[in-house]
């Protein structure tokens, strides 16, 4: 499974893969994630690559590459989040 292992026990989980023989960038890719367990929860994102470094260089061949991507989010429900503890 790709990185991240946290949270452990997600609610909702996101997986994908690609592969590719032969992989050439003309410019950086220019990447972002955006994604929140809210209004608590804790969320995480990353991803495993094979024969692709994690800063590509324009104009270089990559061969026989793969990444698996993954997204877990552990979620709570948002009533509970607002209530307020009882008083003692």
Known sequence: MPKPEHPTTPDV???ASAKARELRFHAPPQVSVHAAAE?????AWGSDRTNLP????P????RDIRIDFRLAAE???PV????EPPTP
């Open 59 to 62: 104009h270089v061949t990559y």
């Open 13 to 15: 989980e996101i997986t």
């Open 39 to 43: 209004p608590v929860g804790e969320c």
């Open 75 to 77: 979620l709570t429900d």
């Open 54 to 57: 994690d800063r590509v260089e």
């Open 80 to 83: 509970d989040a607002t209530e």
